[in-house]
């Protein structure tokens, strides 16, 4: 990742002597863990299982890089006993998770109930007008969009949206639609996105917690379709 990416600039300006944990980093990898390599600690939490994939790929990353002090944590940031499971940690970085979660309110708090310190959060954000080939609709900072509920026409506007900024799809927009917004055993798909909003919209949810947004900023760059927002805690 390039130098002059503002989550790594953010990161290695917040981490150094400070404990440093991810919060859903693995997929993609992306692994913007190792931007802390200032951090007194690390630790990564996924709700992966430790047989995954993913976890595999991530672990050669901090192989081939000589990090071997990761706390590795099997856990969704929804379930309320994270901070039994992963503690508090200084710095707390996250993006891409919280659309997929359907309550986001309580995802953000249980996000700040590991928090000592500083909360960075990022998430696809979307603009005022979108306008393309499948049509045109309006976004607002007073609301967001339950993709569960979308008509035919938003849903395939939005698709399209993705799809040209990002390259490929978003399971909830996407065709075939999603049937399982819920699992066998009663809870939450965390595989589909479940919210389309805006960045003013996130700034609204933040708002409502005894936090300080300090900085705000898109990426990535040239695309700039993700948010980022540096919380800091009240004490």
Known sequence: ????????????????????????GLWGGGHVLTYGLGAKSLCMVDVMEGTNEWWAKFREVCKNKAINNVKEVVASIDDNRILELMGRHDVVYTSGVLYHCPNPIMTIRNLLTITNEWLILGSIVFPSVITNSEGTLKMSDESAYFVPGLSETNRAIFARYVNDKIGFGAGGLDTPPITDWHLSNGEPNYSPWWWLWTKGFVRHMLSTFPIDVVQEG????????????MCRKRT
Do not use: H, Q
């Not at 990742?1 to 859903?24: C, T």
């Open 218 to 229: 898109l990426f990535p760059e040239g695309k700039n379709i993700c948010a980022l927002f």
């Open 1 to 24: 990742m390039p130098a002059n990416d503002i989550r790594r600039i953010w990161i290695e300006k917040l981490v150094p002597n400070k404990s440093f944990a991810e919060v859903g």
